[in-house]
């Protein structure tokens, strides 16, 4: 080995470490685990530890709680990640305009919910949300409007749920995005604006092919972000009303934590995982269809 190749590895080594110890070796329990009825009684008797295949998934096939959160999980992204992307682009391009002023400031306090507890903010947001003395409810009743149950309210518990994460976490997406805009070439934005292109056509064949690939970023990390989703419904709703809001980490955390039932936890772990690379995969392969990758 040479003495590049040894400096290499010495600078490699301490991060291949953590990410053995963290995601390898947690990933290969949790595979072990799931093919097992490992449960907190096996904690005390590693001797009577089975193996059962497949079985924790078929448990999995034939709950109707599974599939429930299963359909909430996807909503949530289905919603929620275009909702994300959406605000952050254009916070992004509204503080690219040259005619706004005091752009430093107003980047700080639309990234700071980002960086602030996501526990803090969303007992906050609860009492916004609250039905009898919630600040969204004052200001309805203040127009003569009635009172909405925002989290109590099986059809409107998801999108209230959303607006909350969409404020909490658009502001990441939205200085990536400030940052891919500032690449954006001014010489073609000034040749098609001769070329009298208007503002939509502009951003269409101009804008949007620049940031392509900074679009597609944000989109698998937010859809890998919106399948996890477990604080938000923890601390707003508890999963409620009837199980609206409860997502596949929640039922995950339910079925290792509460019911201490390892192995079915290990293989819903598993399965989301599984659905995070497949949707991972299959954005990456659109996106390499498009003309600006």
């Keep these: 080995m040479t003495r590049q190749q040894r400096a290499g590895l010495a600078f490699t080594l301490p991060v291949l470490t953590v990410i053995a110890l963290v995601f390898v070796l947690p990933t290969a329990l949790a595979l072990t685990l799931s093919v097992t009825d490992y449960s907190v009684y096996a904690l005390a008797d590693w001797a ?12 999995l096939a034939d709950n109707p709680l599974f599939w429930r959160a299963l359909g909430n999980t996807l909503a949530f992204a289905a919603l929620g990640v275009p909702m ?6 254009a916070a992004a391009l509204l503080l690219s305009d040259a005619t706004v002023r005091w752009k430093p400031l107003w980047r700080v306090i639309l990234f700071a919910p980002y960086v602030t507890s996501v526990v803090a903010t969303a007992v906050v947001w609860r009492f916004l949300f ?20 925002w989290l109590g309210d099986p059809h409107l518990s998801i999108p209230s749920i959303l607006l909350f994460v969409t404020w909490k976490v658009f502001g ?11 690449a954006v070439s001014g010489e073609l934005m000034e040749a098609a604006r001769l070329d009298g292109a208007g503002p939509w056509r502009r951003f269409r064949h101009v804008t949007l092919p620049a940031i392509g690939p900074t679009l597609l970023l944000a ?6 972000g919106f399948l996890q989703l477990f604080t938000e419904p923890y601390v707003m709703t508890l999963g409620g009303p009837a199980q609206s809001t409860t997502t596949i980490l929640y039922f995950m955390f339910d079925e290792g934590f509460k019911w201490w039932n390892l192995g079915q936890a290990s293989a819903v772990a598993l399965v989301l995982f599984a659905m995070i690379l497949a949707v991972t995969l299959v954005q990456v392969r659109v996106g390499r269809r498009r003309e600006w990758l």
Excluded: K, W
């Excluded at 530890?49 to 078929?58: A, E, K, T």
């Excluded at 989109?219 to 890998?224: E, G, I, Y």
């Design 48 to 59: 009577n530890l089975s193996f059962v295949g497949l079985g924790n998934f078929r448990e």
């Design 84 to 89: 994300a992307i959406v605000a952050s682009l």
């Design 219 to 224: 989109a698998v990390m937010s859809v890998a």
């Design 130 to 149: 609250n039905e009898r003395y919630g600040l969204l409810n004052r200001a309805l009743g203040a127009v003569g409007l009635p009172g909405v149950d």
């Design 172 to 182: 990441y997406n939205m200085i990536v995005f400030t940052a891919a805009l500032s």
